[in-house]
């Protein structure tokens, strides 16, 4: 397996667009988790997922955000009306959770979005 | 709310010495503690788990220690190389409730080590 995968690398977007990234969990992995990251600060939590259920939002997460995981596998986030304090890294994270497991998260290397 | 902090913001040392970083929470009712690196504009690598149950980890040159009650743990690396700077961040991990986990990270600790 090659772990935690985000696609693209890098989007740069105008204020007032639309983007959406891609999340691919390691493959058995059930929990899947969105985070954003601003230059010198760390991740924030955003919303995170066990299997396709969205179990949790955190209230960064404003109306303009969505994400999805339709069929439990891969993940979506959506950015709608881009805003230039949009701009950060969008880090996705994946964990097993089972009994006795230690949910260890495994991060991919991120989307860095800059909106002009 | 759970609050995280990482002291010092930047570290830098010579090649060999050996350091410790600090990292201290405000809610001590956790269910694990991780230690990660991150590299310039890259993800993060994770280097040690804690378990609230446990007091340390080791792995290698790295040791990572919890003190629950006090809110602390640290991470020492022993003998620093050139390949070690890097960012590390302290992130806690802590029931919601209804099996829902929440990760909060500290700012981190940019560490240089100069050969």
């Known amino acids: 397996d090659t772990g935690v995968s985000q696609d693209p690398r890098h989007k740069i977007t105008k204020r007032g667009q639309n983007v959406t990234f891609r999340c691919d969990p390691i493959?058995?992995?059930?929990?899947l988790y969105w985070y954003r990251q601003t230059l010198g600060q760390g991740p924030e939590f955003l919303t995170y997922?066990?299997?396709?259920?969205?179990?949790?939002k955190s209230r960064l997460l404003s109306d303009r955000f969505s994400a999805e995981r339709p069929k439990g596998s891969f993940s979506t986030l959506e950015i709608q009306r881009t805003e230039q304090g949009d701009s950060a890294m969008y880090l996705c994270?994946?964990?097993?959770?089972?009994?006795?497991?230690?949910?260890?998260?495994?991060f991919g290397p991120g989307t860095r979005l800059t909106v002009l | 709310k759970q609050e995280v902090t990482q002291i010092p913001a930047a570290l830098s040392v010579p090649e060999g010495e050996n350091l410790v970083l600090n990292c201290s929470f405000t809610?001590?009712?956790?269910?694990?503690l991780q230690w990660f690196r991150q590299d310039p504009g890259k993800g993060l690598t994770s280097l040690l788990l804690?378990?609230?149950?446990?007091r340390e980890q080791t792995s290698g040159r790295l040791n990572a220690s919890l003190d629950k009650s006090s809110g602390r743990s640290t991470l020492y690396i022993a003998a620093s190389q050139p390949g070690d700077s890097a960012t590390y961040l302290c992130?806690?991990?802590?029931?919601?409730?209804?099996?829902?986990?929440?990760?909060?990270f500290g700012k981190g600790t940019k560490l240089s080590v100069i050969p």
């Open positions: 804690i378990q609230s149950s446990q």
């Open positions: 997922f066990q299997n396709e259920a969205q179990l949790e």
């Open positions: 994270a994946s964990s097993l959770l089972r009994w006795a497991s230690t949910d260890t998260q495994y």
């Open positions: 809610d001590s009712a956790i269910y694990n």
């Open positions: 493959s058995e992995h059930n929990r």
């Open positions: 992130a806690v991990s802590y029931l919601l409730g209804a099996g829902s986990y929440q990760l909060t």
